[in-house]
């Protein structure tokens, strides 16, 4: 009986061996190919990493491709430069008032730091002038908050006009 299966244990085994071989052939192929598809995409990852923690520049990113993975890059480009938009609006809000457009206190106690600085480095002066408007209570109490408004609108624009370039107008 061995011996007249022999050949089809023979066959069995050489079936075996081969399905094997070309199982892990295949499996090569195949983690090759994915690779390789996947690696526009690995390389728009590291670049996005790099661009995030500020190792390379926004043009890293390949925009220029016809492709979804140069669309990612623009997308995330994109929405970079409407983060920093978005940051330098935000910076800006918190250092200006927003009804006078005047700088606030934080930017007045910033700036003022720096001024006083710059004077004791420089031995020079500095002058700092504080102008309150006289019945400001009243104007808002009889003719309403949107007259209050319009006054400091119209106070800050008029100071804005006598002031030297140089100078910086604040409201606290």
């Given amino acids: 009986a061995s011996e007249a299966f022999a050949g089809i244990a023979k066959a069995r085994d050489y079936a075996w061996y ?3 071989m070309i199982a892990l052939l295949a499996g090569l192929v195949g983690s090759i190919t994915i690779r390789r598809l996947l690696q526009p995409l690995l390389d728009l990852r590291s670049h996005v990493h790099q661009v995030e923690h500020a190792d390379a ?4 990113l390949d925009l220029v491709r016809d492709d979804e993975v140069g669309a990612l890059g623009r997308a995330f480009h994109s929405l970079s430069v409407k983060r920093a938009q978005a940051e330098q609006r935000l910076l800006q809000l918190s250092q200006t008032d927003a009804l006078t457009g005047l700088g606030n206190r934080r930017q007045f106690d910033a700036e003022t730091a720096l001024a006083l600085t710059r004077a004791a480095r420089d031995a020079a002066g500095l002058a700092i002038g504080f102008l309150d408007i006289d019945h400001f209570k009243t104007i808002n109490d009889v003719h309403g908050h949107a007259a209050g408004d319009a006054v400091l609108q119209e106070f800050a624009r008029r100071l804005r006009a006598v002031l030297r370039a140089t100078d910086q107008p604040y409201r606290f």
């Fill in 18 to 20: 081969s399905a094997i």
């Fill in 57 to 60: 520049h926004i043009r890293v």
